[in-house]
């Protein structure tokens, strides 16, 4: 689950970790007020407004027909309102989101850390997450961090640099340290990063998040160091531990689809294909679309009716499918281990029933308990569904709908 940049930095500020200090503000009146009070807390003169969408890129990304950044410098508090009024309810674009972009509701007035006058400042990049591969957190850092840094790990990879945390025993003191002096601290603002990696590596454990993500961390001109923006990504399996987490979401900047899915207990992920796929199991799920791409055709989804698929299960899965346009026929693929495979059929024919009339042809592949009992069912449905029992014969049935 994903949150906003406000969200995040509060999150952090729990813990211990410096962040430039911001409010956030849902119009551009409410901006002003925020600089207003901003200005009265921290003595800043001017501020920064920053969009607020689950995206990177918003320094580069532009609203929707305009000029306006998604991050910019307001120097007096009409620029504040005046850039309020230009990100609010526009929709932003950056190289995250694609074209279509995501509409803006809220904005962040942060302090402006890189005040005039100060003297030179640094800038770093800093995430924790879990390399899957070697079993071990892992913090990935650079001396390069900012806007630019995508370029940095494509242009020169030895600048970016990892160190792999045993979860058993966490992160160890001269760990902190070593990261410190590879970013090339010294003295007060090596103290200060160690703090910093310490926190930080904290609030990513005792929050069970997927991915921390500050870029950039800032070594100001006091040698102090703030996370001045921040990532951050909470494992869903975690969330049953932290129901403060839950109240963070936000759907608005979410797929309606896989909301709907989500709230049917349904793992879904949309695709740019033409196939549906309705599949029991997430490796199942896999090697389905493989099976789809295999045949000529290409998967329009990912969604798991996961082991008890039912009649209501697939019903759902059959009208979340249908939402999309792109899909020209839907691969239904079961295995019967836990759920009997003629149950199964009986849930497609009722869920058929029950949604009508059905404009793309369904090819539904049940193998396992009752498997042949299951395609009697359909074969004698008299509906628009086509049975089959092998991979071989789902992909050639796809092939044929599809031509």
């Not at 310490?198 to 870029?215: C, R």
Request: net charge negative; aromatic share 6%; with cysteine.
């Amino acid at each position: 689950m994903n949150i906003h940049e406000y969200q995040a930095k509060e999150i952090l500020k729990k813990y211990g970790v410096a962040i430039q200090e911001g409010i956030v503000a849902e119009s551009a009146d409410g901006a002003v007020d925020a600089a207003k009070k901003l200005q009265e807390q921290t003595g800043t003169s001017w501020v920064v407004v920053k969009a607020q969408i689950h995206a990177g890129g918003r320094g580069k990304g532009k609203i929707t027909g305009t000029e306006q950044r998604g991050v910019a410098l307001a120097k007096s508090l009409d620029d504040v309102k005046t850039i309020s009024a230009n990100l609010i309810g526009g929709t932003l674009v950056t190289i995250q989101t694609g074209e279509a972009g995501k509409k803006v509701s809220k904005v962040l007035v942060a302090q402006d850390v890189y005040y005039p006058g100060a003297s030179p400042t640094k800038e770093f990049y800093m995430s924790i997450l879990l390399d899957r591969k070697e079993g071990k957190n892992v913090i990935i850092y650079s001396t390069e961090g900012g806007m630019d840094i995508e370029d940095v790990a494509h242009n020169t990879p030895e600048l970016i640099h990892k160190e792999h945390i045993d979860p058993a025993i966490g992160l160890q003191p001269f760990q902190a340290r070593k990261i410190a002096f590879n970013l090339g601290l010294t003295g007060e603002a090596n103290k200060q990063m160690v703090k910093f990696v310490s926190n930080l590596y904290k609030a990513y454990i005792g929050t069970d998040s997927g991915m921390f993500e500050i870029n950039p961390v800032l070594k100001t001109s006091d040698d102090k160091i703030i996370a001045v923006d921040a990532k951050v990504n909470f494992d869903d399996n975690g969330l049953i531990r932290h129901a403060d987490q839950l109240a963070l979401r936000d759907t608005s900047e979410e797929d309606p689809t896989e909301v709907e899915a989500g709230e049917s207990n349904l793992n879904y992920v949309k695709l740019d294909g033409n196939v549906g796929c309705m599949v029991n199991g997430a490796g199942l799920a896999m090697a389905t679309m493989d099976i789809i791409k295999l045949s000529g055709g290409d998967p329009a989804n990912f969604l798991d009716v996961g082991g008890s698929a039912n009649a209501k299960t697939v019903e759902a899965g059959f009208r979340i499918i249908l939402k999309d346009p792109n899909v020209k026929a839907i691969l239904i693929n079961i295995f019967g281990g836990i759920v009997r495979c003629d149950r199964v059929a009986q849930g497609v024919v009722d869920a058929y029933q029950n949604i009508g009339n059905i404009p793309v042809p369904i090819i539904v592949r049940l193998q396992g308990t009752n498997a042949v009992e299951a395609k009697k069912l359909i074969d004698e449905s008299g509906l628009k569904v086509f049975s089959a029992i092998t991979l071989q014969e789902a992909a050639d049935l796809v092939t044929q709908v599809l031509n």
